[in-house]
C-alpha cells in the first residue's frame, strides 16, 4: 500500500534520516513522537506538501516520489484542522468537488452524502468561526473523505478536541478504517496509539527508533525512550547473573529481582510497568515472584486509580484501583509489601 | 479607567500636544475659511475638474499598479529567493526619496529622450503634462504603501490552509483565488485606500512631471503662490473634504467585509 524507502530529509538544524516504513491496505499505523520529533515533516513528505532531499515514496506500488500534491489522492487532514474560515461548512466540504468542475447536482448529493455519514448535515449552511472542536474535526474529515483517497493521513486529530468529545472522533476514526481506508495517524499521545493503532512507529529526532504492535511496543521497548513514552517508571540500572543455576539481577541499591531464565547481558537496564507490581498488607508468598518490604513515601492521584511510591530499598512506582486502594486501606508512611512476577521484568539491551 | 498619577498625567499632556498639533493648524484653516468662499470655490469650473482629475487619477494609479503589486506581495510573503531583502529594500526605496527628485527621475524615465517617453511616442503620446505621466508619478511615490500592506496580509494567513487547500486538489492558481487572496483582503484594501490617499496627495513629483492638467495640490499651490493664503484656503478645505469623504467611504466599504480571525499555524 504505502511504502517509504530511504527518506532523507534536511531542514534547517533537523534531519530526517533512513525513515523505512511498510504499510499494508486496511492499517490503522499510528506514528508516535514528540513534538519536534519530525512526525509531521513526514506526513507532509507523504501527502506531497515537501519533497524529500533522498528516498522513495511508493503508493499501491507506484513511485509517487516526484508526483504533484494535487496527483498524488491521498487525503490529509491538519493539526487544528486547517479549516477555511472564508467559506461555510459546505463550501469547505465542496471544495475539492468545484477544484475538479463537477457540475452542482452531483457536488450537492455528494456533500450531502458525506455530510449525512459524519452527522454534520445541520451545519451545511454554518460559518466556522463558532463551531466546536469536535465539529471543525469532522467537518475537516468530510471535507477530505469526499476525496475519496487511497490513503487517509492524519496529523494530531485529537490534540484539540474536548476529552468528552475524544471517544466519538475515534470510534468515526475506527469505522472509518474498518470500512478499509488505510490511516496513517500522527499523535505524541502514546494512550491515543494504544486506543487505535494495529502498528505503531515510534519516531525520536527523525528516525524510526521502534515499530511493532501496540502490545510489543509498549510491553517490550527498545530502549529507555520508548519505554518512558509508554508511561513507564520504573527503571533499575542492574548487573546481571547466575545464582545456583537461576538469573538473577541486582540493583546498585543490591536489591535483588529473580528472573525468569533467558540470555542476558552481563549489565543493563530493567523496566517494571507500574501496573505490574503489587501491594500487600502482609507478606505474600508466591512461588516465582518477587516481593519486598518497603514504606509508602507518596500516595497521588492517578489515571488508573492510585499512583503509589514506595521504598523498599530502591523507589517503585506502582498503579492501582481506587477499589485495591481502599481495600488496603494504606497511607503515607504505611509498611507494605510489594510484589511482582519474575517474568514482568523487561531488559533493555546495551548501554542506554 | 486611566489612573491620574503624574506619569499618566504627563502622558496625558504630551499626547494632548501631538493631537493639537495635527487638529490646529486644520481647524485654524476650516474656522478662515467663509461659507461664501467656500461655496464660490465648490462652483468654480477650474477647482472642480482638478478636485476630479486628483481623484481618478490616483484611483486609476492604484487600480493599475495593484495588478503588479499584489502578486509581488505575496511572492515576498510567500517564497524565499536570492535578494529578497534587497528587493524589499528597493520596493521601500521611494518612502525615503525627496519627491521632488523621485519627479526627476520620473521625469527622465517618461521624457522622450527615457525609455517609457520613446515608447509612448511611438504611438504619438506625450506622458508629460499627461494625466498618465501623473499616474505614474503617483504610483511611483505610493506604491510601497500598498505592496507592504498586502504583504503583511499574506503572511497573516496560515500556511497550513494553502497546504490544505492544494491537499484537496486545487491547483496554485485557485488557491492564491479563492483562500490566499480573500483572507488577505482586509490588509490588501487597507494598503489599496493608503496608495490611493498617499497618490491623492502628491505633489512634490507630480509638479515635475506635469504642472498641467493641474490636480488639486498643484492648484492650491498655484493659488498661494500667485494670490496668497486667502485665496488657496478654500480650494485647501474643499480638497480636505472631499478627500476625507473618499477615504472614509473606501474604509467603510472595506471593513464591511466580516471580520475572520486568522490562527497562526502552530510550530512543529
Known amino acids: ?352 | 479607567m486611566v489612573k491620574y498619577n503624574p506619569f499618566n498625567l504627563i502622558l496625558l499632556v504630551l499626547s494632548s500636544l501631538v493631537l493639537m498639533f495635527i487638529l490646529a493648524p486644520l481647524a485654524g484653516m476650516f474656522i478662515h475659511t467663509g461659507g461664501t468662499e467656500l461655496l464660490e470655490t465648490v462652483n468654480d469650473k477650474e477647482v472642480q475638474s482638478s478636485i476630479w482629475l486628483t481623484l481618478w487619477v490616483s484611483f486609476s494609479a492604484t487600480f493599475l499598479f495593484a495588478f503588479g503589486g499584489i502578486p509581488l506581495a505575496w511572492l515576498l510573503a510567500r517564497r524565499n529567493f536570492p535578494l529578497k531583502s534587497l528587493v524589499q529594500g528597493i520596493i521601500d526605496l521611494p518612502i525615503v526619496l525627496p519627491h521632488t527628485a523621485a519627479g526627476i527621475a520620473i521625469l527622465g524615465f517618461i521624457s522622450r529622450d527615457g525609455f517609457l517617453g520613446k515608447t509612448a511616442d511611438i504611438f504619438g503620446l506625450s506622458l508629460i503634462n499627461n494625466p498618465a505621466g501623473i499616474a505614474l508619478a503617483m504610483a511611483f511615490v505610493s506604491i510601497p504603501f500598498l505592496i507592504n500592506s498586502a504583504r503583511d496580509g499574506f503572511a497573516a494567513v496560515p500556511e497550513r490552509l494553502e497546504k490544505a487547500a492544494l491537499s484537496l486538489g486545487a491547483s496554485h492558481s485557485k488557491v492564491f483565488f479563492s483562500i490566499s487572496l480573500p483572507l488577505a483582503w482586509r490588509s490588501i484594501m487597507t494598503g489599496f485606500i493608503m496608495m490611493f490617499a498617499r497618490g491623492m496627495s502628491e505633489f512634490g513629483a507630480v509638479v515635475i512631471v506635469a504642472y498641467h492638467p493641474m490636480i488639486a495640490p498643484v492648484l492650491i499651490y498655484e493659488r498661494f503662490s500667485s494670490f496668497g493664503l486667502k485665496y488657496a484656503r478654500p480650494a485647501s478645505v474643499l480638497f480636505i473634504i472631499i478627500a476625507l469623504g473618499v477615504f472614509i467611504l473606501l474604509r467603510l466599504i472595506s471593513v464591511r467585509k466580516k471580520e475572520i480571525n486568522l490562527i497562526p499555524d502552530a510550530e512543529t
Open chain 1, 1 to 352: 500500500m504505502l511504502r517509504l524507502n530511504n527518506i532523507f530529509k534536511k531542514l534547517g538544524d533537523f534531519t530526517l534520516s533512513d525513515i523505512n516504513i511498510n504499510i499494508s491496505a486496511g492499517e490503522y499505523y499510528v506514528l508516535l513522537g514528540r513534538s519536534g520529533s519530525g512526525k509531521t515533516q513526514l506526513l507532509e513528505l507523504i501527502a506531497g506538501l515537501n519533497e524529500a532531499d533522498s528516498g522513495e515514496v511508493w503508493l499501491d506500488n507506484e513511485n509517487i516520489t516526484n508526483k504533484k500534491i494535487q496527483e498524488r489522492n491521498i487525503g490529509l487532514v491538519f493539526q487544528d484542522y486547517a479549516i477555511f474560515p472564508n467559506m461555510t461548512v459546505f463550501g469547505n466540504i465542496a471544495y475539492s468537488l468545484h477544484c475538479r468542475k463537477l457540475d452542482k447536482k452531483s457536488v450537492n448529493q455528494k456533500v450531502n452524502d458525506v455530510a449525512g455519514e459524519l452527522n454534520i448535515s445541520h451545519l451545511l449552511n454554518r460559518y466556522t468561526q463558532n463551531l466546536s472542536g469536535g465539529e471543525l474535526q469532522r467537518v475537516a474529515l468530510a471535507r477530505t473523505l469526499i476525496t475519496s483517497p487511497k490513503l487517509l493521513l492524519l496529523d494530531e486529530p485529537l490534540a484539540s478536541i474536548d476529552a468528552s468529545l475524544k471517544d466519538g472522533i475515534k470510534r468515526t476514526f475506527r469505522q472509518l478504517n474498518r470500512k478499509g481506508i488505510t490511516i496513517v495517524h500522527v499523535t505524541h499521545d502514546y494512550r491515543e496509539a494504544v486506543s487505535l493503532a494495529t502498528r505503531i512507529g515510534v519516531i525520536h529526532n527523525g528516525h524510526i527508533i521502534q515499530e511493532g504492535t501496540p502490545e510489543m511496543v509498549f510491553k517490550k521497548p527498545v530502549n529507555k525512550f520508548v519505554a518512558r513514552y509508554a508511561g513507564i517508571k520504573n527503571f533499575f540500572r542492574v548487573k546481571f547473573f547466575i545464582d545456583r543455576g537461576s538469573w538473577k539481577a541486582q540493583c546498585d541499591g543490591k536489591l535483588v529481582f529473580n528472573l525468569v531464565n533467558d540470555d542476558y547481558p552481563s549489565e543493563g537496564l530493567l523496566i517494571l510497568r507500574s501496573d505490574a507490581i503489587s501491594i500487600h498488607n502482609g507478606e505474600p508468598v508466591k512461588e516465582n515472584y518477587n516481593y519486598f518490604r518497603g514504606v509508602i513515601k507518596e500516595i497521588l492521584p492517578s489515571e488508573a486509580g492510585m499512583e503509589v511510591m514506595v521504598d523498599a530499598g530502591e523507589i517503585f512506582f506502582i498503579d492501582i484501583s481506587q477499589d485495591d486502594f481502599k481495600k488496603l486501606n494504606i497511607r503515607e508512611m504505611s509498611d507494605v509489601w510489594i510484589s511482582f512476577p519474575a517474568e514482568a521484568g523487561i531488559v533493555l539491551e546495551g548501554s542506554i
